[in-house]
């Protein structure tokens, strides 16, 4: 029968890749759909995702594939089928609200597994769309007790990614490593602008013209993970820091849900400390 | 007790009405919180906005604020409570959602009466949030009978606003007309340009690299009333219509609810077929 | 000795195209630099941009590229060279200028063979730039007679592109059929909205929040061909349309300039009334 | 005869500030063209920008305003002439460039006195437009000895503003004490981002997807004076460092322009390290 899947190469860059990989596809008679290539040149790294449609054996057609790539090639073939997602939240409720609508309406291409909340806040909010609700405090305990909690209820889940929307504590080390290139978090500014605590209110100290918002992967170091998606809303002098924070939560929503729509796509390859978008 | 105010104007231009004006609101010992005016010279219109606080008979201030303005001047002295509106929906979830969020969260700064909808689709969504929905099919109807059941259904309500949310029905003369000012919409373009049906295939067909949307004021001529809100998004090649209708969602729904808030802020002035928002 | 050539390959889609154009390169030794395609599905039409460097004849290329794509392709092995452009204004220095300082740093990627005005105004501007200026008044003449005169004067130079660079008449069908895809025109509004005379002034009249402007291939059809590039820029009620006018300029050259890149780099397609822009 | 001024009132704040300055205008008959107030409740200070039309003199309406404001009040009653500016620049011509486009088409509303370069390569673009050029190299010269030449230029002229157009050297404590609130210079980044030398270089390696453009008044910290205009651009994973470098020239050169504008009009206040923008 007819299937479709997404092809994710990443490998040293070489002579011919390009013709060798098509040469795969063409000998199994598959279509391409959808075709974008990369090369880092800095650091001689190609990257190409496909979209193939046609009559295959998945197993059969990535040991095609590997045996005309360079040894360190990383490989993919992806049938499309929904992602599972888990969502750690805080008090706020526009970057939740805006996931959990695109959910109720199937427009969000991933199934949430269950919202995890340091806060009690907005449990009322995802029970409304029948999505189960942990409410994990984190009063009088260490940090590091906090997230055992938290990554045991994680652990019971099957899961692609977990998102950040607006998940208000510092992830530990140990947290961040346990879940490599699979936690995507929404930080309310122009990255690297404002790093850290509050930057709405350092945006209004500084008096710039023009605030943000980054979606990144979460790695060891605090707002520096690769970034995936940003986007920016000018400001003026009649704004509070208080109505910059307001003014900023639409563009904070639409970013991540940018975001987790590229990533859900399979659509972005992480390369050291940066992303590639196709 | 000290109150707060906004304060509308709308006159004939004239010599002095900053002073006079701010002569009533000094005399009265009354704060300026905020102030903002415009002179439409080619009309030789005077547009002002002040908030105020202080201790004042809302009634008599109005009466001294008419005293010293031209006899065609409209004013409003608002004291700030949450607005009233009522959403109007057909089968798409994004606008609604947004708005329902906002709601949900207590950051629309009104209060959901109802929502209608030509179809049911949405109706689970709705009630999710405990708000009433009324679904008034369209079929084997007139669509002056249609309408007179909405409107029916309506003026069971006492409300400031209608909210076309993603409302696909044009709206008759009739309708228009009984809510002069008070019926909001969202255009999936960004206005004039792809009037009517299907703007996103119009726009795929144009080959444009921008798409847009815009919130207007409902006026007797389709899709031509006062804009008070546009933004817009880059396209390219790659995306076919329904990808452009996917893509155009989010700035959709930011639009109108961008748009609503300035309306529900008292912030918007009809200036014939113009906007001047303060 | 080592080449390097952009190879543009556009024709009906089918099975096998990149792998049978890899094949060549690779068969060739060549390096692929970049490589985009696209598919365009609604017309099932392949388009490919490639950039190559080895040692390659570009004969023997274009002909191993032929054998292998369908009979209607339109195939092109473009080693990169200075492109000749002649540039067409009217009174408006501001998107000529941008081009003036652009060839002045040798950043333009073309070389500007000489500059005609349907007015004076501009001479002296561009004589600055020791660049020949014509000077072909359309006063007490016909359209026809005009355009003759002007055609007279371009058809003395060797040439790839007409920019014109606010150039204010509209071109007859003999002018325009004369130069297939090779006029490219900045239109002062964010196409198709406001076609057509003073876009501004309809702008302002329509009380738009946000204009534009627009840069297209010039057809038979005034103001209707391919689409390069787009940009808009806001505004709101206190802009009458002079000032808008004024703020428009620099999205005007900006616009254009952008553009005029991208065609010269071989970056643009024309397919049917859209553009691919690689 | 009827005149024209901008008066600009900066003071501590206060009840009726509005009304007795209005009352000012209104008791010599003045029209009010333009008009707008701010008043930064942080630090309880007042700030208006009026346009005023009518027979009034100059000294009298300054007095009289000083009669009813604080008295640390800061006004200023400008009549509109053009301003005189210095530009300073290095090597690179785009920003340059466009000012220059702009002086020769009386687009700028300042008359350039002279461009100072630290290199020579702008001399023929400056000369081209018949504007004197100052080479003045940094050779062999400790800094401040370098700055002394250069102080010794400009203070040969009488000027508004000095403009650094892509003057890549950092100045002296000194240098920009002599000038308070007058020098106007654009950071290829959207500061506070990439502070410091190459921004490009640093953006890339950072892998953010948007770059920007800010302008503003230097002050005693590098890169740290009152923002004025910022502006950003998408970018991507394509682009290498230099590539962003010429991506973003066409972003600095318009939000320098831009600032510039806002300056030259007198619609900037600066408010401690931020502005106000009217």
Known sequence: MEKRARVLIDCEDGKGLVYKISKVFYDRDLNID?????????????????VVTGLFDTEELLE????????DAHIRVIEPKDKKIILMVTKESHALGDILIRHAD????????????????????VRR???????????????????????????????????LAKYMRILTST??????????NIHHSFLPAFIGANPYKQAYERGVKIIGATAHYVTDDLDEGPIIAQDV???????????????????????????????LNDRVFVNGNKTIIF
Chains 1, 2, 3, 4 share one sequence.
């Open 34 to 50: 959808n075709n974008r290539e990369f090369v880092d040149k800095e650091h001689a790294r190609f990257f190409m995702r496909t």
């Open 64 to 71: 095609a594939l590997k045996a005309i790539t360079p040894v």
């Open 106 to 125: 199937a427009a969000l291409g991933a199934k949430i597994e269950c919202v995890i909340g340091n806060h009690d806040t907005l449990e009322t909010l």
């Open 129 to 163: 769309f029948d999505i189960p609700f942990f409410y994990i405090p984190a009063n009088d305990m260490s940090r590091e007790a906090h997230e055992t909690r938290v990554m045991q209820c994680i652990n019971e889940f099957e899961f692609d990614y977990i998102v």
């Open 175 to 184: 947290f961040v490593k346990a879940y490599p290139q699979k936690i995507i």
């Open 233 to 263: 809303i000018p400001v003026n002098h009649r704004l509070t820091w208080r109505d910059m924070q307001r003014a900023g939560r639409d563009g904070e929503k639409i970013v991540l849900s940018r975001a987790l729509a590229l990533v």
